[in-house]
Each structure stands twice: as structure tokens, then as C-alpha cells.
């Protein structure tokens, strides 16, 4: 095949985009990340600059002596453990028995599960559904009002359908019960799509922002976005400003904030590509 | 008879799994859309649900005859019209893209990168956002002033709100939003790019006369899917967005109810507020469905 001129300005004008597009990504990171290494004299004093003449791990030792922050790392953690385990043992449970084609009202909760997909009942009615059942101020308000979702149920639910059949009918005939089953045989071999959503689970419940925000009073129990949130955005349109104690980081510290709420996320960010890369989360939608 | 009872017993483990799933969608999802009745009365915390003064459609009145309903309605739309036409196209021309990088590690590298924002919250988001543009300390303006230029007001002036949103959409959710079309475009078959070649089909031509037209169906059901999000702007991406000063053409349902429902604690106003968005966002859906299935496509659901 031989290449003509046009097909390489063609070619070298789609490597130029990509590039671009890539930088476009990439910059504001690396413009955070190195800024984060910078004195709060620097930054302040010096015009725009992308590497900093002194280098400092100050923002990040203030950072992680600074209480709140680290009661809201803390918190993140937690809720981030805990919520994905009951996300996944919620929702694995719930696929694999759906999963049954021969169970008795299967459809009906199908059709239950489908029908929240499309309406809800939003969020005053919901907020008044946590506050009756004494959920606010409690990490249960955010664990249990996101248990599960429903796009994610129905993609396992369509997995655990691709089983074979006979698996069932085998381990049945050598008297192995359904929970048995479920767990020594079913849940190895799914590891693969289990690990996904563990992560996509994990990735929801660190980011979880509104729940958080609308659910949770105290302070003393926010998770680091709020935190992050009330530290960054609120302080900088001046007229919302709360005037939190201490209150006087530098740019540096605001921006070693936001490396450190996004990091987590970087780091499981290989696994979660390394599933979805297989494309095992398209084309198994319909069900 | 008897074999509807030997399925049934015979189901009493799967039940038994189903049931903390099942109780969840009923607590959680179900619940509030009975809660949804306050939307016709002055719901009263002290009387409960059972108790409070009903009034009918006295709410809805008041929605429609506030002139911040116009006001609403005019944002999000606005806002999803900039979705429909900015954003929309974003990810097919990144996905055709990518599609004609042939080095396999460049390609792989540009992935990774473009999806990688889609996994950062809207607050980290927003946060590296007004690190970037604010007026004063932000890297922009900071830049713009040592290039002997002005400062501009990014973040507070009204005029930079809707570009800006629709910039960040763009910038976060393209690169994960192309892998449908980039997995359509990889079971292209490859003799139609042959027989292309063999009618001396540029690099251009060819994307424009195979490429193109493979992604046609899952355009227009991407295109259909996106239409019945009209009412839906991205809920966290406008309020973290939003500020005193851009207030006017930032606010949506969403923030709206979220303002006076949640922080000045109107209930039953903000509920029939949002009942009024889901149900024409439920329209919306179904209009969308059927107008796909009419088209030959595969619904959406």
C-alpha cells in the first residue's frame, strides 16, 4: 500500500489532535501536582510558573498534620470499605438469584429494579425517607441509600446468565446446596467481573460528594470531598466563604488537597482499565 | 400447579439472596416515590405524611406562575442543548480519531489518559478548575498576566459559565464516553477498508465513507439515549459550579430544589418541583424509546 501525500497529512494531522487532546488532559494535573511541591511564598510572589525554583514537601507535611484533613481521609476510607462490601454483597446476591431463569417472579423484579432506573422519586422525598428512619448523621444514610445500583446489577445479572447451565444441574446432583454452590463454585469463577465492579464500586463510594453533603451535618464526619469542597471551592467565591478556624492555607496546600483526594483513584485506575479494556462491561447491557 | 410449588421451594435459597436487595429498592427507591405525595399537601414534619393539610395542585400553581421557573426551565435547557450539540460530538471525533492511530502503543497511551478524568469526582473537578481560572491566583489568569494580557473573570462572570461547563464536561467524560464508538468502529469488517483502497480511497475518504457510516446506528441511539437526559444537566458539575455571581444562568431544578428544599426546608414545594422534572424527564425517555424503535433501532431499554 503505498502512501500518498495527503494520507500523510491526514495521518500526521490525527497524531497532532490526539496529542493536543492528551496535553489538554494531562496539563491541569501536572500544572497541580507540581505547583503542589512549591513554597506558599513562591506561588504568591513569583507570576506563572510551571516548576517551582524550591521544591517543598511542606503543603503535604501540613496537610497530614492538619486534624480535619485527616479525619475526613479517615472517614473516606471507611465509607469507602464499608459501602463497597455491602455494595457487592447486595448486588451479587441479588444478580445470581435473578440470574435464574426458572425462578418463580423473576420477571416482576426485574421489572421493579428497571422501573427505578427511569424515575425516582428525587430528593427531598428521599432526604425525608432517610431522616424518618433516623438515618441522618450516620454513615448508614450514604451506604444504604447508594446499596446498589441498578445498572451494575443488571450487567452482573447478565454475566451470571452466561454461566452453563449444566454447572447448576451437575453440583445439584452431587447434592451441593444453592448457597454452596453460589460460593465455592460460582463466585472463583467470576472473579474477573467481580474485581470490576468491586473497583467501579470503590471509585462511587470515594467519590460520593451529594449524598454526603445533603445527609451528613457534622462536620466531624465528612468525607474528603465535602472537605475538600469547603476547603477549595465555597473559600474562593468570597461571599459564601465560611470562615473555618485555621483557615489559612496557601494555594500549595489547597493543591496537595486535591493530589491526595484524587490519588486513590490513580491507583486503582490500572486494574479498573485492565477490566474494562476487555470490554466486558459493553454489549452484556441488554438482558 | 404442582410444578409452580416445586419452582417455588426450590427458590427459597435464590428468595433468601434476593431479599436484602429487594428490601433496599423497596426502602430506598420505592418509598420516596410513595413520600412523593407531600407534592399535594403542606407537608408538616410534626403530622407526617398521614396528617398533613392536602392542597391539591396549589404547588404546581406556584411553580408555573414563579418567574424562576421560566428561569429554570431556560438554564437547563440552554444547558442541555450545549450537551446535545458541544458535547455530543466530542467522543465520535475522538473515537475516529483514535481509530486511525495504527500505533498500537500510542494509541493505548492517548486511552489511557483521555479516560482517566472520567473516574475523578466532580469536586476534584471543579477544585483543579478553579485552581486553574481563578482571577487572581489561578494559573490562567496568571499566565495571561505574564504574557501582558487582562485578567478575566472565568469563574464569576456569568458570560464564562456555560462554556466553561460545557468545557469540563467535555474534558472529563469524552475519552470514557468514545469506547462505545471506538468498540463499534473495531467490528468494522476489514475487507470494506480493502475494497476502499482498491477504489484508491484516501485515509480521509475512508473515514468518512466506512467509518462514519458504521457508527450511524449507534449514533442516533446515543444521540435518542442523550435526548431523554434533557431535564438531567450533571447535578453535582452545576452546583459545585455554581456562585453568587453566576447564580442566574447556573441554576437548574436540581439546585433549585436542593437550595430551597433542603437548605430553607420547603418540602412540599421542592418535591413538586422535582416531581415536575422527573415526570417530563420520564416522558422524555419514553418519547426517545419509542421514536428509536420506530426507526428500526433497538430501544434503549
Known sequence: ?287 | MADTKKLLRRGIPMYIMILPGLLYFLLFRYLPMGAIVIAFQNYDPFNGFMHSEWVGLDHFARLFGEADFWRLLKNTLILSAMNLFLFFPAPIVLALMLNEARVRAFRKTVQTITYMPHFLSWVVVVGISVLLFATQEGAVNKLFVSLGWDRIELLTNPDYFRPLYTFMNIWKESGWSAIIFLATLASVDPTLYEAAVMDGASRWKQMLHVSLPALKHVILIMFILRLGQTMDTGFEQVLLMQNTLNIDVSDVFDTYVYRVGILSAEYSYTTAVGLFKSVVGLLLIIGANSFAKRKGEEGVY
Not at chain 1, 134 to 141: A, E, K
Not at chain 1, 166 to 187: A, H, K, Q, T, Y
Request: glycine letters at 6%; aromatic letters at 16%.
Open chain 1, 1 to 287: 500500500m503505498k502512501t500518498t501525500g495527503t494520507d500523510r497529512i491526514f495521518t500526521g494531522t490525527v497524531y497532532t489532535i490526539l496529542i493536543v487532546c492528551s496535553l489538554v488532559v494531562l496539563l491541569p494535573f501536572l500544572y497541580v501536582v507540581l505547583v503542589s511541591f512549591a513554597t506558599k511564598h513562591e506561588v504568591l510572589s513569583r507570576g506563572f510558573f510551571l516548576f517551582p525554583k524550591e521544591w517543598t514537601l511542606n503543603s503535604y507535611q501540613f496537610l497530614f498534620r492538619e486534624h480535619n484533613f485527616l479525619k475526613a481521609f479517615q472517614n473516606s476510607l471507611w465509607i469507602t470499605f464499608v459501602g463497597t462490601v455491602i455494595n457487592m454483597i447486595l448486588t451479587s446476591l441479588m444478580a445470581y438469584a435473578l440470574a435464574k431463569r426458572w425462578l418463580v417472579g423473576r420477571k416482576t423484579i426485574n421489572l421493579l429494579v428497571l422501573i427505578t432506573m427511569l424515575f425516582n422519586g428525587g430528593i427531598i422525598s428521599t432526604y425525608l425517607v432517610v431522616n424518618g428512619l433516623h438515618l441522618l448523621d450516620t454513615y448508614w444514610s450514604i451506604w444504604l441509600t447508594g446499596a446498589i445500583a441498578p445498572f451494575h446489577l443488571i450487567v452482573m445479572r447478565s454475566f451470571f446468565q452466561s454461566f452453563p447451565i449444566e454447572l447448576e444441574e451437575s453440583s445439584r446432583m452431587d447434592g451441593c446446596g444453592e448457597l454452596r454452590l453460589f460460593w465455592n463454585i460460582v463466585v472463583p469463577l467470576s472473579m474477573p467481573a467481580i474485581a470490576t465492579f468491586t473497583l467501579f464500586y470503590m471509585v462511587q463510594n470515594w467519590n460520593t460528594f451529594f449524598n454526603a453533603l445533603i445527609y451528613i451535618n457534622d462536620s466531624d464526619k465528612w468525607p474528603l470531598q465535602v472537605y475538600l469542597r469547603q476547603m477549595l471551592i465555597e473559600a474562593a467565591d468570597s461571599s459564601m466563604s465560611l470562615d473555618i478556624e485555621g483557615f489559612e492555607y496557601g494555594p500549595p496546600v489547597k493543591m496537595a488537597t486535591v493530589i491526595v483526594t484524587a490519588v486513590p483513584l490513580l491507583i486503582v485506575y490500572p486494574f479498573l482499565q485492565k477490566y474494562f479494556n476487555k470490554g466486558m462491561l459493553l454489549g452484556s447491557v441488554k438482558g
